[in-house]
C-alpha cells in the first residue's frame, strides 16, 4: 500500500473513504468495503496525519490505541486499500475553507470519483463541512457520494472507544467481533531468558508498542503469523512474575514448532482467554501449568478452524 503524506499531490481515479479510522471496526470497514466496490478506481483512504502515531515517534497519542500505525497499514492492505493519504493538521489546512479542500484537495490533487464517508464527517474551517456538503457539491465537481449511517451492536454504538473498552476488560470475543477480524499484536521477535526453552516450550518474545492499548495481563489461546504462515499457540501478556521482567512482553509458545525465529516480524492474534497471569513457586510447577495451556488452547483453537 502507498503511503503518501502532504498536500503536494497528483492523483488519479480515486475512490476514496475519509475518516479517523482509528480503529478499523465494523463501521468503518462499512465505508472501506464501499470504496473497494468500484473497481474501475483505485480504493483509497484519506485520514488525517496527527490520527497515526508510529512506534518511533517521541509523542505518546493522549489515549490508547487499537493499532500501531504499521498495524493500522496492514490491516488496511489486509483489506485491498492501495492508497493512504495522510492529510497534515495545522494551522493552514484548519483554516481552509471546506469548499476549497473539495475543490482544490479532493477534486484537484485526488482526482476523487466516489466518496464515501459517515454522517459525522466534518472538515474545514470551524469544522463547517460534513457530509451534507459533500453531497451538495457533487454534481457540481463531477463525483458520487454515499453516506452511512453508524452502525450499532448490543453494547450500543459501535466505535473505536467500545472497542477499546472491550479489550481492556478482557472481552476478547466481544472486541473481535466489533472489529471484524482478531485483534492482534506485531513485533520483533527479541531473546529472552531461553526459559522456555530449557523447559522444552521455546517461546517467541515481543514488545507491543507503548501506546497500544493491551488485553489485562493473563494467558490467552492465539494463533502466531509469520511468513504468511500461521501456527496455533498460547500467549502470556504480562510482566512474567514467576521469572520477572521490567516492562510488559507478549510471550508466545507455538504448539508444534522447532525454528528459530528471532530478529524476525510477527503478529499474534488473540481469541480466548485461558486464565490471569500467575507467580508460580517454581519452575516445576510453571512448566506443569504451561503444558496445560497448550493443551487448553489446542482444544479452543480447533473450533475456529
Known amino acids: 500500500m502507498e503511503i503518501l503524506k502532504g498536500m503536494d499531490l497528483k492523483l488519479e481515479k480515486s475512490a476514496v473513504s475519509l475518516g479517523k479510522f482509528d480503529g478499523i471496526h465494523l463501521g468503518h470497514r462499512l ?24 512506534e518511533n515517534n517521541n509523542v505518546m497519542p493522549p489515549k490508547k490505541l487499537i493499532y500501531s500505525g504499521k498495524e493500522k497499514e496492514m490491516v488496511l492492505e489486509d483489506m485491498g486499500i492501495k492508497r493512504a493519504v495522510l492529510f497534515p493538521f495545522n494551522k493552514e489546512t484548519k483554516n481552509m475553507e471546506p469548499e476549497n479542500f473539495i475543490e482544490k484537495f479532493l477534486v484537484e490533487k485526488m482526482d476523487a470519483r466516489f ?35 453508524k452502525m450499532a451492536s448490543e453494547d450500543g454504538i459501535i466505535s473505536s472507544t467500545l472497542v477499546r473498552k472491550k479489550i481492556e476488560e478482557g472481552d476478547i470475543k466481544s472486541a473481535n467481533a466489533l472489529l471484524g477480524r482478531n485483534y492482534f499484536i506485531e513485533g520483533t521477535v527479541v531473546h529472552g531468558n531461553a526459559l522456555g526453552r530449557r523447559l522444552g516450550m521455546p517461546t517467541a518474545n515481543i514488545f507491543p508498542w507503548e501506546g497500544k492499548v493491551l488485553l489485562p495481563p493473563g494467558v490467552y489461546a492465539s494463533v502466531l503469523v509469520f511468513d504468511g504462515r500461521r501456527y496455533p499457540s498460547v500467549t502470556n501478556i504480562g510482566r512474567k512474575p514467576t521469572v520477572g521482567s521490567d516492562r510488559t512482553v507478549v510471550e508466545t509458545c507455538i504448539l ?3 525454528k528459530d525465529i528471532y530478529g524476525s516480524n510477527i503478529y499474534v492474534e488473540f481469541y480466548e482467554f ?12 510453571l512448566q506443569t501449568q504451561m503444558v496445560r495451556d497448550k493443551k487448553r488452547a489446542a482444544e479452543i483453537l480447533r473450533n475456529y478452524n
Do not use: W
Open 31 to 54: 465505508l472501506l468495503n464501499e470504496v473497494l466496490k468500484h473497481k474501475e478506481l483505485i480504493p483509497t483512504v484519506f485520514t488525517f496525519e496527527t490520527g497515526i502515531y508510529k
Open 115 to 149: 466518496i464515501c464517508v459517515g454522517t459525522d464527517f466534518c472538515f474545514g474551517k470551524d469544522r463547517r463541512g460534513n457530509a451534507g456538503m459533500l453531497k451538495a457539491f457533487s454534481a457540481r465537481y463531477g463525483y458520487t457520494v454515499k453516506i452511512f449511517n
Open 256 to 258: 508444534d514448532f522447532e
Open 274 to 285: 485461558l486464565r490471569p497471569e500467575k507467580k508460580f513457586p517454581d519452575i516445576v510447577q
